[in-house]
């Protein structure tokens, strides 16, 4: 079942039973087929287990079909931590991947039999020494990535020097080094920033004595939105041409991180029409205001980071259309999803029509605000064989 197929059989399903707007609905059988084509992916570049990324989509539904898929997870707090445990995966296959947590924190992990984290300071691996002693650890390394569609700048990642020490220091402390992580930027659109990234992972393993037994490859696996994206094979090469020539025959196993890429594809919002006006005589564009905004699902339209497809719900008529900005419905100026990126709606847009924006699976729902402006999070409904579950 390709993209089009997936985004037909949810407009199928909204024909079918109507949902009040604005809703996202995930077919999981779209989530687990993008699961299998990632293992896959990677199966043919040398094997990776995958870890799926649960802040991208954390719907009780999506994580029960992954863990029938044997899926690993990253999780980042305590609540992702019990979510993942409750839908019944196991303790062993989390890896607290978040950097940043506290001590508080770590020991919950603990306590609920999480054995692999993620650190990339030393107060941090203090505290997992600590609470969670004799656990797996990965170092995660600052990377030199190009800027992909949503970089993380320098938040996350210690420099090769400060890397190499603290996997010393691990193991000092009577913790596993396990190995290196990294993650160069969600919606990665240059696959060579993976090159760069490897390269740095086999200098520390260098200097942290010859090699390392694990390196996770992170996330940042990018879906086309409007413009096109690498295929997912392209990245599973390239990752199997980079470790080749950056550590030889000593390949450490390998982890990757997909978020984005295991759900975005598989999930489509429909919204409706609220105002269609025009704002300055001096500016031909209409304003056309959505039931949706950033507020509640389209938080990634954020300096118009992700610019997704916007389209009438009952398809394209072949209508003459116009230019648009779009914006949300909350009082907050900064509402506003699209004004610089070019948007053209039909002419005759009115409100109470309704607007179809697929690849929506990810980062939408989980990023919704609980009541701005009495505003519910947006409603998410899961589908398989075409049916609610
Ligand atoms: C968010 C995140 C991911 C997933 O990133 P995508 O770009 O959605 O693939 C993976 N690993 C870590 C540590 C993350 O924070």
């Given at each position: 079942m390709g993209v089009s197929d997936t985004r037909t059989e949810i407009r199928r399903f909204l024909d079918r039973h109507p949902l009040p707007t604005p809703c996202l609905v995930i077919d999981v059988d779209a989530v687990r087929q993008r699961f299998r084509e990632l293992a896959t992916?990677?199966?043919?570049?040398?094997?990776?287990?995958?870890?799926?990324?649960?802040?991208?989509?954390?719907?009780?539904?999506?994580?029960?079909?992954?863990?029938?898929?044997?899926?690993?997870?990253?999780?980042?707090?305590?609540?992702?931590?019990?979510?993942?445990?409750?839908?019944?995966?196991?303790?062993?296959?989390?890896?607290?991947?978040?950097?940043?947590?506290?001590?508080?924190?770590?020991?919950?992990?603990?306590?609920?039999?999480?054995?692999?984290?993620?650190?990339?300071?030393?107060?941090?691996?203090?505290?997992?020494?600590?609470?969670?002693?004799?656990?797996?650890?990965?170092?995660?390394?600052?990377?030199?990535?190009?800027?992909?569609?949503?970089?993380?700048?320098?938040?996350?990642?210690?420099?090769?020097?400060?890397?190499?020490?603290?996997?010393?220091?691990?193991g000092e402390l009577g913790l596993d080094p396990a190995g290196l992580s990294f993650h160069v930027g969600s919606q990665q659109l240059d696959v060579k920033a993976w090159d760069l990234a490897i390269a740095t992972a086999a200098k520390v393993a260098a200097a942290a004595g010859g090699t390392v037994r694990r390196l996770n490859l992170g996330g940042?696996?990018?879906?086309?939105?409007?413009?096109?994206?690498?295929?997912?094979t392209k990245y599973a090469e390239q990752a199997a041409v980079s470790l080749r020539s950056h550590f030889g025959d000593a390949t450490p196993e390998l982890l990757i991180e997909p978020g984005r890429a295991v759900v975005a594809d598989a999930g489509l919002i429909r919204t409706e029409v609220v105002l269609v006006t025009r704002r300055r005589a001096a500016d031909p564009r209409r304003w056309v205001y959505l039931d949706i905004g950033r507020y509640n699902g389209l938080a990634e339209a954020e300096n118009e980071a992700i610019a997704y497809r916007v389209e009438r719900a009952g398809g394209d008529r072949g209508e003459p259309e116009g230019p648009v900005v779009l914006a949300g419905p909350t009082c907050d100026g900064d509402d506003v999803l699209?004004?610089?990126?070019?948007?053209?709606?039909?002419?005759?847009?009115?409100?109470?029509?309704?607007?179809?924006?697929?690849?929506?699976?990810?980062?939408?729902?989980?990023?919704?605000?609980?009541?701005f402006n009495g505003i519910e999070p947006l409603r998410t409904y899961c589908v398989s064989g075409g049916r609610l579950i």
């Open positions: 992916a990677f199966g043919a570049a040398g094997g990776a287990r995958v870890y799926f990324a649960v802040k991208a989509c954390p719907e009780p539904a999506v994580l029960s079909a992954l863990i029938a898929e044997g899926a690993h997870f990253d999780v980042a707090s305590p609540g992702e931590i019990d979510l993942c445990l409750s839908r019944g995966a196991p303790a062993t296959s989390l890896s607290y991947g978040n950097p940043i947590k506290k001590a508080s924190a770590i020991a919950r992990a603990h306590a609920a039999g999480v054995r692999e984290f993620v650190c990339d300071a030393e107060s941090d691996l203090d505290h997992i020494a600590q609470h969670a002693p004799g656990a797996e650890v990965s170092v995660r390394l600052l990377v030199d990535a190009p800027d992909s569609v949503t970089p993380f700048g320098s938040k996350f990642g210690c420099e090769p020097e400060v890397a190499a020490r603290l996997l010393s220091k691990a940042g696996y990018a879906i086309p939105y409007r413009e096109p994206a690498p295929a997912l699209y004004q610089d990126t070019p948007y053209q709606l039909p002419l005759s847009l009115q409100p109470g029509d309704q607007l179809d924006i697929p690849g929506t699976g990810a980062y939408t729902a989980s990023y919704s605000s609980v009541a």
